[in-house]
């Protein structure tokens, strides 16, 4: 069957390589679409934490079962399933106490271990979630919605709180997405005007800021001076991360939602005098999963207009390299087997 493997630093490669077999307590999925994640652009460029090469990339996968053995989810073989890439081992304090996205021994698909990107793969069938009555696409991009999600919840955000998502890419429209649907006023904040257009359009935002337009005067204009009670960072940007204890209210949350390969520093009376409390949201758990695909069968969110570029399998590492510029005004590619 064919992969395609990320070998280096800016090196893919389509390659020949052996079927997976049939193993108990797993399914063979047929993959049918697969998202390009941010993780699988900053592993191309060499910018992703946890990473080692060479490493088979995807892990936003819309899938079909193609052989597996009897199972308490009922799976039988052309149901179409999504998959929780994250790997856990089910021992760990963190696992026992339901926290499976943090792991202490997590092995994430396409970052730790080998990924879908490839026509067929095995995972266990407690990763898998049946998607009947949505479309191949809406199956893939359940993942990265799911991650936006699962911040909202962790950090207990309620209606008719303020919220400011840093950073428009796509895990950041999942989170206004969310904030929206949970009823949060939601403020977009991005360096670009077209991407906060698109939080306008897409995610309904309340209030848009450009970060590079005195946005700390504005947030606090938008806000009555007392700054949003909840601030989500969602850019993987080191400087952006350390800027945001300066916008977050007195008695606030601020949410890393991205992840950055740097040391991050903050000043201590800044965030002590608001009694801030700090989180990080890593992954998601079932229930953001199943609370996801809820609200796309709802058709609250929708999917046809988040998906903006998309290439045939044999044509993706062509198009790759293209993907990364922002010229090319990526919100969601997708790859189609």
């Not at 699988?40 to 597996?68: C, I, S, W």
């Not at 950073?167 to 649907?181: D, E, Q, R, S, Y």
């Not at 005007?193 to 897409?202: G, I, K, Q, S, T």
């Not at 949201?281 to 953001?288: H, K, Q, V």
């Amino acid at each position: 069957m064919k992969a395609i493997v990320c070998e280096n630093i800016d090196q893919l490669r389509l390659v020949e390589t052996a079927e997976p077999t049939l193993a108990e307590g797993e399914a063979i999925i047929r993959i049918r679409r697969i998202g390009i994640c941010g993780t699988d652009m900053h592993a191309y460029k060499g910018n992703q934490p946890f990473f080692t090469y060479p490493r088979v990339l995807g892990h936003e996968l819309a899938a079909v079962v193609e052989a597996v053995g009897d199972n308490h989810l009922s799976l039988r073989p052309g149901d179409q399933v999504t998959v929780i890439p994250y790997m856990h081992c089910g021992e760990c304090i963190a696992c026992r106490h339901g926290k499976t996205n943090c792991c202490t021994d997590m092995k994430v698909l396409g970052v730790h271990i080998d990924g879908g990107m490839r026509e067929l793969i095995s995972v266990p069938v407690t990763h898998l979630i049946r998607t009947d009555g949505l479309t191949l696409d809406q199956t893939a991009v359940l993942e990265p919605l799911s991650i936006g999600a699962h911040a909202v919840r962790r950090s207990e955000l309620r209606a008719g709180e303020t919220a400011l998502v840093i950073g428009a890419g796509p895990i950041g429209l999942g989170v206004m997405a969310f904030a929206k649907h949970k009823g949060a006023n939601v403020i977009a904040m991005d360096i670009n005007d077209e991407r906060l257009a698109f939080c306008r359009d897409w995610a309904k935002v309340d209030h848009t800021v450009n970060a590079l337009e005195q946005a700390k005067e504005k947030i606090a204009e938008l806000t009555g001076g007392e700054f949003p009670t909840v601030v989500y960072d969602a850019t993987g940007n080191a400087r952006s991360m350390m800027n945001a204890f300066e916008l977050v209210g007195h008695g606030g949350r601020l949410v890393y939602v991205g992840l950055v390969k740097a040391d991050l520093s903050f000043n201590d009376p800044e965030f002590h005098k608001r009694e801030m409390t700090l989180m990080g949201s890593r992954n998601a758990t079932m229930e953001d999963f199943e609370g996801v695909i809820e609200a796309v069968r709802s058709g609250s969110i929708d999917v046809d207009s988040f998906i903006t570029h998309r290439a045939p399998f044999g044509e993706m590492i062509g198009r790759f390299e293209e993907w990364l510029k922002p010229e090319s005004k990526v919100i969601k590619a997708i790859v189609d087997l």
